[in-house]
């Protein structure tokens, strides 16, 4: 069967369930079309093709032997190189950990094995999961699929473009002021920021531990409530980790939304948003209304306050978290010859970190000195509850809101490099979700002068299986989900390794 690589989850695991398509079959289909476009792309830091094609053959061996597989089993997926995966290196793209393999795998990792998932690799992405471009990878920059002259967002871009570009079915990335969210939106992929504690953070290397959180991207609403179901879940490993049952999240996706309240926050229809952004998410609204959904006006005052929060917050918290990388235990060392300690750590950390990772570790570490941490930390974190209040507001009048997910479409690789606030700026729709703590997925929402737009939708704590019936109708109702981008074939092959 030609381009199984098009095909998405639900459909690969009916044909797979019927013995029409071999798990082996499908691996196969990912890694040529991986060997086609990587050159070009650049999504895959590491390719696992003897790992991927091995467990490929033991699914299959199982289901000849009769033994009945979960919706996932045989699926070829992505991994973006922040989480760790036993025997696989996991380099948060960064030469800091070039070389690292880690001893063990993350919870979701393991529950991905459970569910005979297949990993074809690990993914690209802004060094330690800061920035949101991918053009902050210590490697070399992913490109958009939809136009290799621009990025596919970040920091998950690597995941992001690698389920554009068809060489993954569903991908994981990480979330911690929008990495999966706003990459999902300038590659016209679903993309989901689960409730805080929904998902495991134990094996995920840490950027800001209370803002970090793990999310899947698929092609549609059912693939990404099968994706949600196979992570989710209470796990011990994880102190933040939300004790509560996993639902049927398949079971959400009734094509209705009849009377489902949703919100349309000003603050988020703001001047900076492109024109195109803007009409694209008018029209979404529409078809929404137009579906029986009930929508009316909101307001999240301190939304405003969120960028500057954010940009307090995070790099406290990476600073303090980066603190463990000093050449000695694991990762890279300093060849240089030092005096004393001090002198070799900074040698280490100065090679082996780069600008933007240099750059919050500085912003944080100022923010904690002392005379600071009252008037910097502190009023930020202040000004979180403000935020978490203003939702907890909102929610208490409507199911969910939406919103655009970036208030541009793809910019072009180098466009924002020289100007970290611009690149800042591309996440303040979405910094307010980890603010909170709350669920936000974005969707396929139309396009822009041929660029994908991504539409916001923000539910409340566990409101997951609203967002995705929220979803799930709006796919129904378009088919901008089902256009794929226009990749071309590289000119000369180039694959991670």
Request: aromatic share 8%; proline share 6%.
């Amino acid at each position: 069967m030609a381009d199984l690589w098009r095909l998405t989850i639900s459909e690969a695991s009916d044909l797979l369930h019927r013995r029409e398509v071999s798990a082996v079959e499908l691996t196969r289909a990912h890694l040529d079309r991986i060997e086609q476009v990587e050159g070009s792309v650049r999504a895959f830091v590491t390719v696992t093709e003897a790992e991927a094609m091995r467990e490929a053959e033991q699914v299959d061996q199982l289901r000849s032997e009769g033994v009945e597989l979960g919706p996932l089993a045989g699926i070829p997926i992505a991994i973006k190189d922040v989480i760790s995966t036993k025997g696989v290196r996991t380099t948060c793209s960064s030469r800091i950990l070039e070389h690292y393999t880690p001893p063990f795998d993350a919870t979701v990792m393991r529950r991905l094995r459970e569910s005979r998932a297949i990993m074809l690799g690990k993914t690209n992405m802004d060094e330690f999961a800061m920035g949101s471009s991918t053009e902050n990878s210590a490697f070399f920059p992913t490109r958009n699929p939809w136009d290799l002259e621009r990025v596919p967002g970040g920091s998950s871009g690597g995941s992001a473009a690698s389920v554009a570009a068809g060489e993954a079915m569903a991908a994981l990335g990480s979330d911690t002021g929008g990495s999966v969210r706003q990459p999902g939106a300038l590659t016209n992929t679903v993309a989901l920021k689960p409730t805080y504690g929904r998902v495991s953070r134990f094996g995920l290397v840490a950027f800001a531990s209370s803002l970090d959180q793990i999310g899947p991207f698929t092609r549609s609403a059912r693939d990404m409530a099968l994706m949600l179901h196979a992570i989710a879940g209470y796990d011990p490993l994880d102190s933040t980790s939300i004790n509560a049952p996993v639902p049927d999240y398949s079971a959400a996706l009734t094509g209705d939304v009849k009377g489902l309240r949703i919100g349309v926050p000003s603050e988020y229809f703001v001047e900076g948003t492109e024109p195109g952004v803007r009409a694209a998410v008018e029209q979404a609204i529409e078809t929404l209304k137009s579906l029986g959904a009930e929508i009316g006006e909101c307001s999240l005052p301190h939304t405003r306050y969120g960028v500057a929060a954010y940009y307090i917050i995070a790099p406290a918290e990476c600073s303090a978290n980066l603190a463990r990388y000093d050449g000695v235990k694991y990762g890279y060392s300093s060849k240089r010859v030092a005096s004393n300690l001090i002198d070799y750590i900074s040698e280490t950390r100065a090679e082996g970190f780069g600008p933007e990772v240099k750059r919050r570790i500085m912003l944080g570490a100022y923010a904690l000195s002392s005379g600071y941490y009252d008037a910097y930390y502190l009023k930020a974190e202040k000004v979180r509850t403000l935020i978490k209040r203003d939702f907890d507001a909102a929610f208490e009048r409507f199911d969910a809101l939406i919103s655009p997910t970036s208030p541009s479409v793809a910019f072009k690789i180098g466009e924002k490099v020289a100007d970290p606030y611009a690149m800042y700026l591309n996440d303040v729709f979405t910094i307010p979700a980890n603010l909170a703590g709350i669920c936000g997925l974005s969707i396929p929402g139309g396009f822009s002068d041929g660029l994908p737009v991504g539409v916001q939708l923000l539910g409340p704590s566990l409101g997951e299986p609203t967002l995705l019936r929220i979803a799930d109708a709006f796919e129904r109702a378009t088919d901008f989900h089902q256009q794929l981008a226009p990749t071309p074939t590289a000119k000369k092959k180039g694959r991670a390794r």
